[in-house]
């Protein structure tokens, strides 16, 4: 800490059952290099000019334990702070902005976050610990020009970035530990990697040198350098890590270009750097779907939009057949001109619908789901809360919803609609052939079919035993047994079940229209 300046923030594990900044288990006020809680607005002063580093601190205060602090939260009074730290960045040369969690795991107001970093050339994020292995290159472009540079962690994948400003001209690398030579290309600046609206891009073209920056535990022996296949020749050491060589950009004025440099260290190692430049405006090559989709997608939105859209579904179906009468004998002959799936769905959906145990049942599961509690209990040791769809209360702080849809949406899809398709199962083949759990295994010959619909049930049950266990480990006896979406949910699950196998038969040979309570 003697010879550089650090600059550390706090993240969701750093946040994972701290109930405030000053818990003993909050670890990051000891062991954090910089020690300042919130967002905050370092300037690095230089003789060329100043560069303004901006921290976003959406780290949920309090912190409940996993998952439901996966997402960050910004309130309006910590967009103003942010605002006032950009208006005053616009002194900088450049500005910077970074924080733990990409853009699109927080849940900020409108005009949202990303707007609000429209000035900086850059936010450097983490978070995502390339989503296991599966995008380890997570880059993209907000819509008015800032680059969203994710990172991977250190702590499983041993990854770090280095950063420079050429000329005001943002490159960077990403590398990975105890691989050298590390290299970066700073001029001419990777064309994927430009920002024209905060950028002095017509610094490139009248350059005088191409400049590297190259690393290495040993001595640098040499740094080739190579423009779309064609040798320009060495590049010299202008003074620690910096290598130039000088080139002609007016041979580059028109179309994308490709520069490769190869460093070669004491040791007999070798790194390659190879990147596109381009020194017209126009030729940006653009982001891949894929990471923009996960780096610049309001996921909290999206997992709100599915939630309800999935719970208007599951209910509305239930409402719809509940209200619509049960097709007499003329009109079930009419069901023919259906295909015999369809006629077979509806008619269990009249079936469920009708009857008042399942209907009843149901649709106060689902409004559980809706509307909660999922569950109350130690959210943070010794501090006691309530989770819901739209959020979570934690001794009197309130947590907006973000996480919770994403986990709605897979109890809905996972177990409550999976349930009521069952259930619906059950009574229809009950109608058909008035029988019994067992007798329908013997009238069937047990058909490997039918009793593959069983096993997926079985499992479906398993996993929310599961679910009901993880409760019990995580936030303790008190959530295992305040749970009626979790606990609460699978007792009346086998109670459903074994009705519809074992229970009375609702419905008589002439199909009575009334609803029947079994």
Known sequence: MERTKWIDIRGNHDAFNIISLDSINNYYRKYSANQKVGSFHYVHQTAFGNYSFICVDATLTPGPKRPYNFFGILNQTHMDLLNSFRAESLRSNQSIWFGHYTTSTIVSPAPGVRDMMRAAVAYLCGHLHTLGGLMPVLHSRHPRGTLELELGDWMDNRRFRVVAFDHDLLSFSDLQFEQWPAVLVTNPKDAQYVHPGVEPLGRIPKSTHIRILAFSEAPITAVHVSVDGEALGKAHCAGGPLYVLLWDPFVYLTGLHRITVKVEDSAGRSAVREQHFTLEDALTPSFGFVQSFILLTDHYILGRVLFISTVLLNMGVLLAFRFHQLPN??????????????????????????????????????????????????????????????????????????????????????????????????????????????????????????????????????????????????????????????????????????????????????????????
């Open 329 to 518: 004998e003329d009109e079930r002959s009419g069901l023919g001109c259906f295909p015999g799936l369809t006629s077979s769905v509806l008619m269990s959906l009249h079936l469920i619908s009708k009857t008042n145990t399942f209907y009843y049942s149901l649709m106060l599961f689902n409004l559980f789901t809706a509307f909660g509690p999922w569950f109350i209990g130690e959210l943070i040791d010794g501090h006691s809360g309530a989770c819901f769809s739209f959020g979570v209360f934690i001794d009197g702080h309130f947590l907006e919803g973000s996480l919770t849809y994403v986990v709605g949406v897979i109890q809905l899809l996972f177990f409550n609609i999976p349930l009521t398709s069952y259930l619906c199962w059950s009574l229809l083949h009950r109608h058909r052939h008035n029988s019994s759990f067992r007798s329908h295994f013997v009238r069937s010959g047990c058909h490997w079919r039918l009793l593959g619909v069983h096993l997926l049930m079985l499992l479906l049950l398993t996993w929310q035993a599961h679910s009901c266990y993880f409760l019990l480990e995580t936030y303790g006896l008190m959530a295992f047994f305040l749970s009626p979406v979790r606990t609460w949910a699978f007792g009346l699950s086998l109670l459903l079940i074994r009705h519809a196998w074992t229970g009375l038969f609702p419905f008589p040979p002439d199909h009575g229209k009334r609803a029947v309570s079994l």
